[in-house]
T-cell receptor, first 118, second 114 residues
Framework: NAGVTQTPKFQVLKTGQSMTLQCAQD?????MSWYRQDPGMGLRLIHY???????DQGEVPNGYNVSRSTTEDFPLRLLSAAPSQTSVYFC?????????????????FGPGTRLTVL | AQSVTQPDIHITVSEGASLELRCNYS??????LFWYVQSPGQGLQLLLK??????LVQGIKGFEAEFKRSQSSFNLRKPSVHWSDAAEYFC????????????FGTGTRLTIIP
């Protein structure tokens, strides 16, 4: 298993540009999520999905869009990048609800994408 | 809403010394508690988790954590640290079994000196 993969690893954008951060998992997890990590603020939830076709907002959703057309993929879209979106972005996945029992309550994180918006 | 506090931003310990990282949570009931570790430039790896039962939980890499309901705490401990333990450590909570949304603390950076 590759686990959770993210591409690209690094990206530099200019203000106003758009891009999509890719996230894929091969563990058949229903739940997937996106976090951003900023110095001194820990990780904050952007959007999450409990299954294909179902998404919802997290703590800091503004400026980001998501969709979930397959179980495996959960891309994060920045429609018009702003310097405030400079951050490290992590994708995570896990079983959803009671699937997997207590052992399933582990979220697996990807290696992250470091995004700089100039 | 639930919250997590890690009061120590940065801790420095000598190799071989014991370690305790503090975590306090705010929530009306018992949440589900996690400790993650992030090595430089890497993603997050789960060290251990608490759902119910024995309040002392063992994790990977020789770490353990104790849940204390009366203090709303879930402190992480290791009896003897190794240079490879240098990393950032995050405490996180989820408020119920079916809620995978994690709320993270701000992290504690651990430096190990020879």
């Amino acid at each position: 298993n590759a686990g959770v993969t993210q591409t690209p690893k690094f990206q530099v954008l200019k203000t106003g540009q758009s891009m999509t951060l890719q996230c894929a998992q091969d563990m058949n997890h229903e739940y997937m999520s996106w976090y951003r990590q900023d110095p001194g603020m820990g990780l904050r939830l952007i959007h999450y999905s409990v299954g294909a076709g179902i998404t919802d907002q997290g703590e800091v959703p503004n400026g980001y869009n998501v969709s979930r057309s397959t179980t495996e993929d959960f891309p994060l879209r920045l429609l018009s990048a702003a310097p405030s979106q400079t951050s490290v972005y992590f994708c995570a996945s896990s079983y959803s609800g009671l699937a997997g029992g207590a052992a399933g309550r582990t979220q697996y994180f990807g290696p992250g994408t470091r995004l700089t918006v100039l | 809403a639930q919250s997590v506090t890690q009061p120590d931003i940065h801790i420095t310990v000598s190799e071989g010394a014991s370690l305790e990282l503090r975590c306090n949570y705010s929530y009306g009931a018992t949440p589900y508690l996690f400790w993650y570790v992030q090595s430089p430039g890497q993603g997050l790896q789960l060290l251990l988790k608490y759902f119910s039962g024995d309040t002392l939980v063992q994790g990977i890499k020789g770490f353990e954590a104790e849940f204390k309901r009366s203090q709303s705490s879930f402190n992480l401990r290791k009896p003897s640290v190794h240079w490879s333990d240098a990393a950032e450590y995050f405490c996180a909570v989820a408020i119920n079994f079916g809620n995978e949304k994690l709320t993270f603390g701000t992290g504690t950076r651990l430096t190990i000196i020879p």
